[in-house]
DNA sequence: GTGATAACGAGAATCATTCTCACCGCAATC
DNA sequence: GATTGCGGTGAGAATGATTCTCGTTATCAC
């Protein structure tokens, strides 16, 4: 889904398929995720919506649709921004983030061996386990050059 | 550390031992936090420091002394409350924390096992590690019952 | 003590995010 | 074809946590 080649229609049958409905502000926002490779906050994306296609599309409209889109699980939120939300297309399994903290490259971890740990502290402690985050950072090969 | 029953002395020394200049406010802030069993907020800290001893200190000044305070590894910062960060003194040992998303009681973890995972990931990806955070939610037995 | 330096307090400023509300588009109904 | 219902939208105001400013004050080495 990430390809930036993606049609119209793969981003309607895309939130179809998550229970949303399918206006033109949410398929720009969706199209303007899809060609960004890492990731983009709320402002980002409004003023590139809004020069790219002089589309007109108030900022609420974008918040509004991001966190609907948050909480049907077709984006990602990453808070490695310190004091703003960072939103990705990503892959539709679970997984995590590694950041690069100088040139913000995101890289989607799906390695095994995490949640083996992640179940055995639950139950450790006694915790019904609800959500977990875990955001890696560090420097990638190109920016330690 | 954690103990109520730290002397003003010990906040003193801690302080020190992390290169903090001692001020009364600073030392408000900690004796503050040590009575806190799981987390708090600048703004929660600052109310209550206000009302307790009805001590004058600014807002500005808690949240100067905590942002410094984690700076110099004194106090750990939460992030599980989306939109603002929650403040906790605790170990001295790098950790982990789990959250009840009911009742907020906060434990500290310090299971094995995960380093070793995180460093294959960043290992793999060939990144230079610098950070990383993970947060666990969960309900406690208590919240469960 | 004295002076240099760092910390404070109060209130203003910032800035991401959310709220308000009048208006619009679309679909089902008359 | 007009009407009505309703979720979605845009613009701007409001919110609220955090940071900044600046005149004042505490700290510390000498
Ligand atoms: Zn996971
Ligand atoms: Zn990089
Ligand atoms: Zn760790
Ligand atoms: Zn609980």
């Not at 060609?35 to 296609?53: G, I, M």
């Amino acid at each position: 889904m990430k390809p930036a080649q993606a049609t119209e229609q793969d981003f309607a049958d895309l939130l179809a398929r998550h229970d949303v409905q399918v206006t033109r502000q949410r398929l720009e926002v969706l199209r303007e995720l899809a060609v960004e490779p890492n990731d983009a906050t709320a402002q980002t994306l409004w003023k590139r919506l809004r020069e790219r296609s002089g589309a007109t599309i108030g900022l609420a409209t974008v918040y509004r649709t991001l966190s609907l889109l948050s909480e049907k699980r077709v984006v990602d939120t990453l808070a490695h921004n310190e004091g703003e939300l960072c939103y990705r297309l990503c892959g539709e399994t679970h997984h995590h983030h590694l950041v690069c903290a100088n040139c913000h490259r995101v890289i989607e971890i799906d390695e095994q061996g995490l949640s083996d740990w992640l179940e055995r502290v639950f139950a450790k402690h006694d915790f019904l386990a609800t959500a977990h985050t875990v955001e890696l950072t560090g420097l990638c090969s190109d920016c330690r050059k």
